[in-house]
């Protein structure tokens, strides 16, 4: 087996951005309303089965792959407790947000179980590639508990403005990786091109619905408010707690490990670890050459040029064999594997088959490596 390189999969949504996500993957935007890509996705969008999945460069579904030979892709003969033949554990995303997004909250395991027949509920996870405006921003769960009928009255009212003062409001930088825990309430700030990961499923509740082209009906999964509601946490989420859902990996780091992006309260749902080979010792300077030959500059990190080749004088990465989606985010290398290699450069992504075995990232490129959570398909 070996990588697939992964056409552009850019969908339409309910709010603005994409042109960043467009001109990172080279292709045009045709819409203001293309703000999200799916990447290696074997799931679709709720209620609309043909948006969504990802397609290979014949036009084909990459879940039929997947589901031709399960233990090939993930490493084992099935994914999830009762999830379909196609799951790999995760579902993977670009975000470029030209407006705030509005406030929402995902269901947990248990709610999902209970009323949406899936045993996937919707933890998310944030990687930060690039900000915009003099206050790029996220906010995450409640600053004080909230009363739930309040809280119903002020989304049957949208109140915006109540909403998002009741929020902890967290700045952000690239290179930060923010957790967001199914049921918190949640709103990502305009101008934020991320990363996302999350589990597999496309399940929303808008609890804010009025700044996007959604509409009240569209909000609550076919569930209705009153029961819809009962999935948000009323609870605070104090400053202890919010510290444990941040972490920052600087992007100018390079090193010969993985390099974690997201905080360790992620493993069980997903993991994002960044490769970014270090010179060697042998290069005799290399690292610094190739910043000077030019190259493309993501979250602050200009790589990129050719020295002697996209291996020259670079340390080599080990990745540890199973599912995984990689995205190149700056310069260009190689992933190798046991008799074999591809060349890579910023801008593309590869969905990595545990059947590969054991593989390796060289050269000055930065890639991140999306794999599913510790212990899966296991979700107890």
Request: glycine share 14%; with cysteine; charged share 20%.
């Amino acid at each position: 087996m070996q990588p697939v390189l992964m056409p552009p999969n850019i969908i339409d949504h309910f709010y603005r951005g994409g042109d960043r996500l467009t001109a990172f993957r080279g292709v045009p935007q045709h819409s203001p309303r293309t703000p999200e890509e799916w990447l290696a996705a074997t799931v679709h969008r709720a209620g609309e089965p043909e948006v969504g999945l990802s397609r290979l460069a014949d036009g084909s579904l990459f879940a039929k792959l997947v589901e031709a030979d399960p233990e090939g892709w993930t490493g084992f003969e099935h994914g999830g407790p009762g999830a379909g033949p196609a799951d790999t554990g995760l579902l993977v995303k670009f975000l470029d947000a030209g407006q705030r997004l509005p406030v929402h909250v995902h269901p947990t395991r248990s709610f999902a179980i209970a009323n949406l027949h899936s045993c996937y509920g919707k933890t998310e996870a944030w990687h930060i590639l690039d900000v915009r405006g003099d206050d790029p921003a996220v906010w995450v769960g409640f600053r004080e508990d909230v009363d739930e009928r309040e809280l119903a009255a002020r989304v049957d009212a949208q109140d915006s403005e109540w909403l998002l003062g009741h929020m902890n409001k967290i700045s952000v930088r690239p290179g930060d990786g923010i957790l967001v825990p199914a049921g918190q309430p949640h709103a990502t700030g305009a101008g934020i091109f991320l990363v996302e990961v999350q589990e597999p499923t496309d399940f929303s509740i808008l609890l804010e619905w009025s700044v996007t082209t959604a509409t009240r009906d569209e909000s609550h999964l076919d569930l209705g408010f009153e029961t819809a509601l009962r999935g948000v946490s009323h609870r605070a989420t104090g400053a202890d707690e919010l510290a444990s859902l941040l972490h920052h990996l600087d992007p100018g780091t390079r090193d010969g490990g993985l390099l974690r992006a997201l905080p360790a309260a992620a493993d069980p749902f997903f993991r994002v670890d960044v490769a970014a080979p270090g010179a060697s010792d042998e290069a005799g300077g290399a690292k610094a050459e190739s910043e000077a030959a030019g190259g493309e500059k993501v979250g602050g990190e200009k790589v990129g040029g050719e020295v002697g080749g996209a291996k020259a004088g670079c340390e080599v990465v080990s990745v540890p064999r199973g599912f995984a989606v990689a995205i190149v985010l700056a310069g260009q290398g190689e992933l190798g594997w046991s008799g074999g290699g591809v060349a890579i450069k910023s801008g593309e992504v590869y969905a990595i088959p545990a059947g590969l075995g054991d593989w390796t990232v060289t050269g000055p490129a930065r890639v991140a490596i999306c794999r599913p959570g510790v212990g899966w398909p296991d979700l107890t």
